[in-house]
């Protein structure tokens, strides 16, 4: 399915859902992000957040 990436706005084939969009008077909406901004921006893909995340963007951790 294809989708709109929230960093370029190009539309992908392969999109990676990173977070939950929350607003306050409705439901959210999911963002996606094509897999060169996904690595770029170093979001987490939201089907490997932990427990209780609650869909906010999670960052990898670089080793020092």
Known sequence: MTK???VCD?????PTA????????CGG??????PPCRAEQGLIPLDQHPEGSDGFPLYEVSAP
Do not use: I
């Open 10 to 14: 190009m539309d992908t084939d392969e």
């Open 29 to 34: 909406r999911v963002v996606h992000l094509c």
């Open 4 to 6: 709109t990436c929230r």
């Open 18 to 25: 990173v977070a939950l969009e929350h607003t306050n008077s």
